[in-house]
């Protein structure tokens, strides 16, 4: 059974020259690499933005670092390497000297200290996903140069891991049919009555975090540990949600950027406002697009699969046709596991779970194939109408690489992990539940109102963003009627900016979730930031081919700018020679 955390779908951003670093540039012999930006990329040395100047108010907190509580885990060729701290941070940056909460901060040192250049910090994307864990395989997998030279510094953002919880307490009204996002008026109704008990359960009784966890206050949290490192200005590699986090930092402390990767990019216009001036329409997670590219990703990887031909790829020739004929199967309740109903959302949820990895596409053509197969003998009269699907060839593969998914952090992704649960009435019953997808995403962006945007909204995404806009839709629900969270000290814009150093922006031509527009968006926002293409499948470029790792690592170690439109190509075919 889902766990009553998952509730919502989505459970598919006058001291300062005296407490604070050198502004210095990088210390002398520190290269700033072989690419130049123009002069227009130098902002004027006496430029302090006022939210530089909040986070300068701030005490610097104290970093004790010590041996981790899970060092046991750590393999033992890193573990001395692995140090963590629990500092504290003001509540609210408006009282930076009142209430404060506690962070958990992870800290890998440079492989080669005598060469270190300093500390790089690192997010994995969420809102969710901890950065401490992350942390500390994250120099390995940028490559061996950014292992060897930077201090690599993980913090969980409020509300993650060992950094406090958002949560509400009250009389949860659980789904009569846990549906994972909601198709037809019954469920639609659920999903509304349920987000009703927990917007009630967030006003009654709620963590004092609900209303601070937006990204602009992990902004702030990560400007004041770069400041307690006495590190002159920012290194930062972020991936998906992390790439909001990135341009976040990057349009608050715009000369504070030594450099700054991101990945798998969110275009921040269409997360935090979707244009000013605009009547709100459509809600944030329809907005970002992310329905649409998981659309294009799975109708590239069929075209692919047909253009190579059945001896590269099972489910060619007709590839589309046969996955929709799938999807009718689905929905004509002919599909089960282990003996329950195997659903539409579930079909939806295992597709976007394989698009996400680089190589899921290719197990899930291959699924798709046997599904269809068992079909259509079921049809023949040859086998019972139902059909079990793991009883298909790959299904296992595509569970693992979900199962994994899940444990490294599926970045925004809803309804991952869905298993139909049937009940015959919905329950209502007193429980804690975590809210802090919500708590950032209502707080960070302007939502409608009335709950029947999102369903006006998914209905529309049916027709233009076709089996995966209704899923990320729905994902931001509780973001109706208010929302959950205080947004009065998140960062909506303004976001065309110039930096202390240009950006490096990284989009994937077939991304399921952060489709390439976004990083062309944030590439036009920030003057002389550098635009590459990683030209393959799945969620980010982390851990691609020799190409992409080695400009994102050139670029962190020695500052090298590639020239801007670079494409990269994938570090395999997608199928198989």
């Excluded at 300093?118 to 401490?132: K, Q």
């Excluded at 060897?148 to 953002?157: E, M």
């Excluded at 930031?529 to 670029?555: E, K, N, P």
Aim: proline share 8%; net charge positive.
């Amino acid at each position: 059974m889902r766990k009553l955390a998952a509730l919502s779908v989505a459970a598919l951003v006058a001291g300062l020259l005296s407490t604070g670093p050198s502004r210095a540039d990088d210390p002398p012999g520190r290269s700033p690499g072989t690419g130049t930006p123009s002069a227009s990329s130098s902002a004027p040395a006496a430029r302090v933005s006022p939210d530089e100047a909040q986070v300068a108010r701030a005490p610097l907190p104290r970093l004790d670092w010590k041996t981790c509580s899970f060092a046991g885990d750590i393999p033992k060729e890193r573990r001395a390497r692995v140090r963590c701290a629990t500092p504290r941070v003001p509540l609210d940056y408006d009282d930076p000297r009142g209430a404060t909460t506690r962070l958990a901060v992870v800290k890998v040192a440079a492989a080669r200290p005598g060469r270190r250049i300093g500390s790089l910090f690192v997010n994995p994307g969420g809102p969710g996903g901890s950065s401490a864990g992350f942390a500390v395989d994250a120099g390995s997998v940028l490559g061996k140069d950014v292992d060897a030279r930077f201090d690599v510094i993980g913090i969980d953002p409020r509300g993650v891991g060992g950094s406090g919880r958002t949560t509400c307490r009250g009389t949860i009204r659980v789904p009569g049919d846990f549906f994972g996002f909601p198709v037809g008026s019954r469920q639609v109704q659920q999903q509304v009555r349920s987000d009703d008990s927990i917007r009630r359960a967030c006003r009654q009784q709620s963590s004092d975090l609900l209303d601070h966890a937006s990204t602009a206050d992990v902004a702030r949290d990560m400007e004041l540990v770069r400041r307690a490192l006495r590190e002159p200005r920012l290194s930062y590699y972020g991936i998906s949600y992390g790439s909001h986090l990135g341009t976040t930092y990057a349009a608050m402390f715009p000369d504070n950027i030594r450099a700054l990767v991101v990945d798998g990019v969110l275009d921040p216009v269409a997360w935090s406002t979707g244009g000013r001036g605009k009547k709100v329409q459509h809600p944030f997670s329809y907005r970002i697009g992310s329905g649409k590219g998981a659309y294009e990703a799975l109708t590239a990887a069929w075209t692919e699969c047909d253009r190579v031909g059945p001896t590269r790829c099972e489910l060619a020739p007709a590839s589309l046709a046969k996955w929709q004929a799938v999807v009718r199967a689905a929905r004509q309740g002919r599909l089960t596991l282990d003996g329950e109903p195997w659903v539409y959302q579930d079909v939806v949820g295992f597709g976007l779970g394989a698009l996400y990895d680089p190589v899921g596409p290719r197990y899930f053509a291959q699924f798709v194939a046997g599904l269809y197969a068992e079909l259509t003998a079921a049809a023949r009269g040859t086998r019972g109408r139902r059909v079990d699907v793991a009883r298909v060839s790959s299904f296992r593969v595509l569970a693992d690489l979900r199962r994994d998914l899940d444990e490294r952090g599926p970045y925004a992704a809803p309804a991952l992990s869905s298993t139909s649960v049937p009940s015959t009435a919905p329950a209502a019953r007193p429980s804690t539940v975590d809210v802090l997808f919500q708590a950032v995403t209502c707080s960070d962006g302007r939502n409608p109102q009335s709950p029947g945007a999102w369903e006006r909204s998914a209905k529309l995404a049916d027709r233009v963003q076709p089996w995966f806009g209704r899923s990320w839709t729905w994902a931001s629900s509780l973001c109706a009627k208010g929302g959950v969270g205080d947004g009065s000290d998140s960062f909506r814009g303004p976001w065309r900016t110039s930096t202390s150093y240009p950006l490096l922006v990284v989009g994937n031509s077939h991304d399921p979730a952060t489709p390439v527009r976004g990083a062309r968006k944030v590439n036009s926002l920030f003057r002389d930031s550098v635009f590459t293409q990683y030209d393959a499948w799945g969620h980010g470029a982390l851990g691609g081919g020799a190409c992409i790792s080695r400009t994102m690592a050139d670029y962190l170690v020695h500052r090298t700018l590639p020239p801007d439109g670079r494409v990269c190509p994938p570090a395999r075919p997608l199928y198989r020679r």
